[in-house]
């Protein structure tokens, strides 16, 4: 798939199928997070991939409202190391590590769209819980959760925003042409 196509296409999934994706699949997605960028060319992201079905459930019970993870065979958690930052920029360093992880969810959202998986960024859980069900350490924030698999049926999708409702020209509020 072009990548044109990837980010067109892609959406949020919230219902997945019960067929199972390969490991070799969920492997390719994990990588693809490698290749975001990161502040000062130090990367302090990790990534968790959890294919048990009962701590998915578990964890889908602490994210508010996104019942669905449970439905799906992978979870991925991305998590940054907020104390290597901090060392490296101060005050800064959780900004930082928030851009890298985002970038990085990117990254795996389109490689997901490429490889014909389906997921949603989830954003919305009880970090401290999480955090305890797969044994985080302290000095990590977990930035995103993404069920991986399967698209049970094709969700009605939210209307994109066209470039001029999006984009401005040299100044906040100004049109482009």
Not at 100 to 114: F, H, P, S, T
């Amino acid at each position: 798939m072009e990548l044109k196509e990837a980010i067109s296409k892609r959406h949020s999934t919230r219902s997945f199928s019960t067929k199972k994706v390969r490991l070799a699949d969920a492997l390719h997605v994990l990588d693809s997070a490698i290749h975001a960028p990161s502040a000062g060319g130090v990367n302090t992201i990790k990534v968790i991939l959890v294919d048990n079905a009962e701590t998915i459930k578990e964890l889908a019970e602490v994210s508010f409202k996104n019942e669905f993870i449970s439905d799906a065979p992978y979870l991925i958690v991305v998590c940054s190391d907020l104390r290597q930052k901090k060392n490296l920029y101060g005050t800064k360093g959780a900004y930082y590590a928030a851009q890298e992880a985002g970038a990085a969810v990117q990254n795996m959202l389109l490689r997901i769209e490429d490889l014909g998986l389906a997921s949603c960024w989830v954003g919305s859980f009880d970090e401290n819980v999480v955090k305890k069900i797969l044994e985080i350490k302290d000095n990590y924030r977990v930035e995103a959760m993404l069920p991986l698999g399967y698209e049970f049926k094709k969700e009605s999708k939210f209307k994109k925003t066209s470039l001029r409702g999006f984009a401005f020209y040299n100044k906040f509020g100004k049109k482009t042409q």
